[in-house]
C-alpha cells in the first residue's frame, strides 16, 4: 500500500496542473459540506448538558379543540402539584419561570438572565454545581428569597471567576441582598418560556446566569403562570405520559371551571431546543451537500478524461502481468490520494467558512456562540474526502479494470480517446451537475425574491435615523417616574434630537405584553381558553409622531395621562375594524381584570402598522400610556436629523447624569432591528448564493471538459465530415448543437429538481410560491444563456481542425 502510495503521488506530480484544479473542486465540496456540518454539530448534535435529556420532556398547554392559542398559557401550581403526586410515568415533575433582574453598579448596571426554579428542578434536569452547592429544602421556604446560584458563564463574565465567591453577597434590584450559594456546571441555558418571549430581555438560547428557588403561594395556586419539566421513568414514553396527563387535567378541568379547555401537549426538550436551528440548517446542510454532488462529478470527470489519456499505459501494465485487482487498487489509490488532498484544502476552507458564517449569521443560527471548528470538521473533512474518492474514482477504476489490453494497444495514436459509451456517462455527469445547480440557483433566486418583496412591503413606521436602547432605573419603582420624565427632558435637548420617547414594545423586536381582556360590546367568554388575548404597549407621549404612525381618529397620547388619570389607550384600525366594525372605536372600553372594575377608555386610532413581523399583516393591537403601565426595562427611542449612532455617546452621558447606576444596553438603530428581525431569511440567501456561484462555477468546468473531450474525441470523424464538403459553419453547429442539447437537457432536469427541493424553504418565503414560474424562467434563461458561453472555446477548436493531421493516423 505504501508503495502505491508513492507511486500516485509521483503520477499526480508529473501532472501538477490537473492535480490542482481536481484537488480544489473538491475542496470546494467538502469544505462547504464540513462548515455547515460544524454548525449542525454543534447546534443540533451537541446533546445540552442534563442528565440523560432523551428522558426530559415539555409540557406546554395547548387547547382541547385543536384550535391555535392567541396567546401561551402556563399551567397552575394546584395543577402540576396534583400531576407530581398522581404522575405514575414520570421520575419527577419540576415548574420553573424565566425571570431577568440588574446587578447593580455604579458605573452602570448589567443585566442578568435566570430561572425561578422549585425544588425538583435541579434533580429532575440533572444539574450539579461546581462550586458550593445546590438547593436544599429550607432555602424554599416562605418569605423573601436569600439564596442565589450563579451561571458559571456569569460568573466568569461578571465576577472575575472569584472562587471565594461562596457566601459573599450581590446587589441586584428589587431584591434584597442575596447570598451566593454555588455556581452550576457551563453550558446550561434556558428552557422555553413561551408566556415570557415577548420580554425585552428574553433570550431562550442564552446561558443562565442565576437561579433562584421559588415556591407556589397557596393564595395563588390557580393562576395558570408555571411552565413545567418533566423526566420520564424508564419504560414509559412520551405517549404514554400525555395520555395520562390528559385524563389527570380533565379531572382538573371537571372540578375546576378555570382549568376547562386546556390539554398537556409533550415535547421532548431536545427537539423543542433544536426546532429553530433545523429550519434553517438542515436546508442548508442540503444545498451543501449539492455542491459536494457537482464537485464529485466534475472529479470523476477529470478523472475518467485522466484514465482514457493513460489507457494505453494501463494496457502495457497488464501486458507486463499486473492483475487487474492490482490496477484498480492503484486507480482507486490514485483518487483517494487526490480526495485526501481536497479534504486537507477543505477542511482549510471549512475553518475559514465557519468563521464566515459566525460573523454573517448574527442572530439567524440559535446558540452560535457554541459553534468552534475543531476536530468535528477535521473527522467530518476526512469522511466526507472518502466518499468524494469514492464517487469521483469508481467510474474512472471500473472502466480500467474492465480496459482489454490488446484493443489498447491497437490504437497507433498518441493517446487513447472516449468512444460513444464513455462521451455518454460524461454527457449524463455533465446534465446532472447542470441539474443540481440549476436547484440551487433556484433557491436563491426565491430568497432573492422574497427579500426584494420584503423590501417593498409598507412597515406602517418609519425605520430611518432612529436610534433605540433599553434603560432601566434599577434604584426603586419610587424613582421611576421622576427618572423618566427627566431622562426625556434632557434627551430631547440634545441638538439633533427631534423626538424622544420611551417605549414598551418596539416594533421588530417581538416586545408586548400578552393579555387576556373584555371589550364593550363582545359576549364574555364561556370558559378561559374562550377569552380575547391581545398584545399590549406601552408608550410616552410623541412616540407615534417620532415613528411616522399616521393618526386616523381621536388623541394621542398627554403627559398627563398619569397614575392620577382614568387609564386610556390607543388601538389600531386592525382592532376596531375587528371590534367595531359598524361604528367607533373612540369612547369605548376594554377591561384587563374583570368588568367589576374602572376599565380603560379607547382615546384613539392609529394606521396598522406591521409591528410583529414584516410578513404578517397587521393584527389588532392597544397601546397603554406607560406614565399609567409602568414598565421596568423598556426602549427609550430617538430621532435625529443625522446619522443616529453619532448620538449615542450623548444619550448615554444625558442618561447617566440622571442616574449612574441605570443600565443602558442593546444600543441599535432601527434599521438594525428590521435587519435582525430577517436575519434567518437573509442568512439562508446569503449561503445559498454562494453555493450557486460555486456551484455554477464547476458546472460550467464541467460543460466545458466535457465538450472539449467531445472535440478532441470525434477529430477524425470531424475531419471526414470537412473531407466530404462540410463547412465550418456546420462542425461548428454540430459541437454547438451537442452543448445545447447537453445544458437544455440539464436545465429541464434542474427545473423539475428545484421544483421539489425548492418546498424545503417554503418557510423562508414571503409572498413567493416554491414553483414560482418567473424564478423558474429567469433563472433557467440566465444558465442556459452562460452555459452556452462555455461551449464557445470548444465550437470554436471543432471549427479549426486539420482533416489531413486527423487523419494521419489512419
Known amino acids: 500500500m505504501l508503495q502505491e502510495l508513492r507511486f500516485a503521488f509521483r503520477m499526480l506530480w508529473k501532472q501538477p496542473v490537473f492535480s490542482l484544479i481536481a484537488a480544489l473542486t473538491l475542496a470546494l465540496g467538502i469544505g462547504a459540506t464540513s462548515a455547515v456540518f460544524s454548525l449542525i454539530q454543534a447546534i443540533l448534535l451537541t446533546p445540552p448538558p442534563y442528565q440523560k435529556p432523551e428522558k426530559l420532556v415539555l409540557i406546554p398547554a395547548a387547547r382541547t379543540d385543536g384550535q391555535k392559542m392567541d396567546s401561551p398559557r402556563g399551567w397552575a401550581a394546584e395543577q402540576w402539584m396534583e400531576w407530581q403526586k398522581e404522575g405514575k410515568s414520570f421520575e419527577g415533575i419540576?415548574?420553573?419561570d424565566w425571570t431577568f433582574n440588574f446587578l447593580i453598579r455604579n458605573d452602570g448596571s448589567q443585566s442578568m438572565q435566570g430561572m425561578n426554579i422549585t425544588k425538583d428542578y435541579l434533580r429532575v434536569m440533572g444539574l450539579r454545581p461546581v462550586v458550593g452547592r445546590g438547593f436544599e429544602d429550607s432555602d424554599f421556604a416562605q418569605g423573601p428569597v436569600k439564596a442565589i446560584a450563579l451561571g458559571y458563564e456569569f460568573w466568569q463574565r461578571a465576577l472575575g471567576g472569584d472562587k471565594d465567591i461562596v457566601g459573599k453577597t450581590v446587589r441586584i434590584s428589587r431584591w434584597d441582598v442575596q447570598t451566593v450559594i454555588g455556581v452550576m456546571e457551563p453550558g446550561v441555558r434556558f428552557l422555553p418560556s413561551p408566556g415570557a418571549a415577548k420580554e425585552p430581555?428574553?433570550?431562550?438560547?442564552?446561558?443562565?446566569?442565576?437561579?433562584?428557588?421559588?415556591?407556589?403561594?397557596?393564595?395563588?395556586?390557580?393562576?395558570?403562570?408555571?411552565?413545567?419539566?418533566?423526566?420520564l421513568r424508564d419504560g414509559a414514553t412520551p405517549q404514554q405520559a400525555q395520555r395520562e396527563l390528559a385524563v389527570l387535567t380533565a379531572r382538573e378541568a371537571h372540578d375546576e371551571k378555570q382549568f376547562d379547555g386546556f390539554v398537556p401537549q409533550l415535547e421532548p426538550v431536545t427537539d423543542e431546543m433544536n426546532r429553530d436551528g433545523k429550519r434553517i440548517l438542515l436546508p442548508l446542510l442540503g444545498a451543501a451537500t449539492l455542491v459536494l454532488l457537482i464537485a464529485c462529478g466534475n472529479a470523476a470527470a477529470l478523472l475518467l478524461v485522466r484514465g482514457l489519456q493513460r489507457q494505453q499505459e494501463y494496457a502495457v501494465r497488464i501486458a507486463m502481468g499486473m492483475g487487474r485487482a492490482g490496477l484498480l487498487r492503484q486507480v482507486l489509490t490514485e483518487s483517494l490520494l487526490l480526495a485526501l488532498i481536497g479534504g486537507a484544502f477543505g477542511v482549510g476552507l471549512a475553518f475559514g467558512a465557519v468563521r464566515l458564517f459566525k460573523a454573517i449569521a448574527g442572530h439567524a443560527v440559535p446558540r452560535l456562540d457554541g459553534v468552534t471548528a475543531g476536530w468535528t470538521v477535521l473527522a467530518w473533512g476526512l469522511g466526507t474526502a472518502l466518499l468524494a474518492a469514492f464517487f469521483a474514482g469508481v467510474i474512472p477504476a471500473l472502466r480500467a479494470f474492465r480496459l482489454d489490453p490488446m484493443e489498447a494497444l491497437k490504437d497507433a495514436g498518441p493517446k487513447g480517446t472516449a468512444g460513444i459509451g464513455e462521451r455518454r456517462l460524461l454527457r449524463g455527469v455533465a446534465m446532472l451537475q447542470t441539474a443540481l445547480t440549476l436547484a440551487l440557483l433556484v433557491g436563491a433566486g426565491l430568497l432573492i425574491r422574497t427579500m426584494v418583496k420584503i423590501a417593498n412591503v409598507p412597515s406602517g413606521f418609519n425605520t430611518s435615523r432612529i436610534l433605540t436602547m433599553s434603560v432601566t432605573d434599577v434604584q426603586s419603582w419610587s424613582t421611576w417616574g421622576s427618572f423618566h420624565r427627566q431622562a426625556l427632558e434632557r434627551v430631547?435637548?440634545?441638538?439633533?434630537?427631534?423626538?424622544?420617547?420611551?417605549?414598551?414594545?418596539?416594533?421588530?423586536?417581538?416586545?408586548?405584553?400578552?393579555?387576556?381582556?373584555?371589550?364593550?360590546?363582545?359576549?364574555?367568554?364561556?370558559?378561559?381558553s374562550d377569552k380575547t388575548a391581545l398584545p399590549l404597549r406601552a408608550v410616552t407621549p410623541d412616540y407615534f409622531k417620532l415613528m411616522g404612525m399616521a393618526q386616523i381618529e381621536g388623541r394621542q397620547f398627554r403627559s398627563t395621562d398619569d397614575n392620577k388619570a382614568p387609564n386610556v389607550a390607543i388601538v389600531n384600525q386592525a382592532f376596531a375594524r375587528r371590534y367595531f366594525p359598524q361604528g367607533n372605536a373612540i369612547g369605548?372600553?376594554?377591561?384587563?381584570?374583570?368588568?367589576?372594575?374602572?376599565?380603560t377608555e379607547i382615546v384613539g386610532e392609529i394606521a396598522n402598522g406591521r409591528t410583529d413581523d414584516l410578513t404578517q399583516e397587521a393584527s389588532p393591537e392597544i397601546y397603554l400610556s406607560l406614565w399609567q403601565a409602568s414598565a421596568f426595562s423598556k426602549h427609550l427611542v430617538v430621532r435625529t436629523t443625522a446619522d443616529p449612532r453619532a448620538a449615542v455617546l450623548a444619550v448615554e452621558h444625558e442618561l447617566r447624569s440622571v442616574d449612574p447606576t441605570a443600565a443602558i444596553e442593546n444600543v441599535k438603530t432601527l434599521e438594525q432591528i428590521r435587519d435582525e428581525s430577517l436575519a434567518s431569511r437573509t442568512f439562508a440567501m446569503h449561503l445559498l448564493t454562494g453555493f450557486s456561484v460555486v456551484g455554477s462555477a464547476l458546472t460550467l468546468v464541467g460543460i466545458y471538459g466535457m465538450l472539449s473531450l467531445s472535440v478532441v474525441s470525434r477529430r477524425r470523424e470531424l475531419a471526414i465530415r470537412s473531407a466530404v464538403g462540410a463547412q465550418q459553419k456546420d462542425i461548428r453547429r454540430l459541437i454547438f448543437g451537442e452543448g445545447f442539447r447537453l445544458i437544455a437537457g440539464g436545465v429541464l432536469m434542474g427545473t423539475a429538481l428545484a421544483i421539489v427541493l425548492s418546498r424545503v424553504l417554503r418557510s423562508f418565503l414571503f409572498e413567493v410560491q416554491p414553483s414560482d414560474p418567473a424564478t423558474l424562467i429567469v433563472v433557467s434563461a440566465l444558465?442556459?444563456?452562460?452555459?452556452?458561453?462555455?461551449?464557445?472555446?470548444?465550437?470554436?477548436?471543432?471549427?479549426?481542425?486539420?482533416?489531413?493531421?486527423?487523419?494521419r493516423y489512419e
Not at 501 to 528: D, H, R, Y
Not at 783 to 807: H, I, N, Q, S, Y
Open 588 to 599: 369605548k372600553k376594554f377591561w384587563l381584570n374583570g368588568r367589576d372594575k374602572a376599565g
Open 492 to 528: 430631547a435637548a440634545i441638538p439633533g434630537v427631534q423626538y424622544a420617547a420611551f417605549a414598551w414594545g418596539v416594533p421588530l423586536t417581538g416586545n408586548n405584553w400578552p393579555a387576556t381582556l373584555e371589550i364593550e360590546g363582545q359576549p364574555p367568554a364561556v370558559k378561559e
Open 783 to 807: 444558465f442556459l444563456g452562460v452555459g452556452l458561453l462555455a461551449c464557445w472555446m470548444p465550437v470554436w477548436r471543432a471549427g479549426k481542425v486539420d482533416p489531413l493531421e486527423a487523419l
Open 201 to 231: 430581555n428574553y433570550d431562550v438560547n442564552a446561558t443562565v446566569d442565576f437561579w433562584m428557588p421559588a415556591h407556589p403561594d397557596p393564595k395563588h395556586l390557580k393562576e395558570s403562570s408555571w411552565n413545567v419539566v418533566a423526566r
Open 94 to 96: 419540576a415548574a420553573y
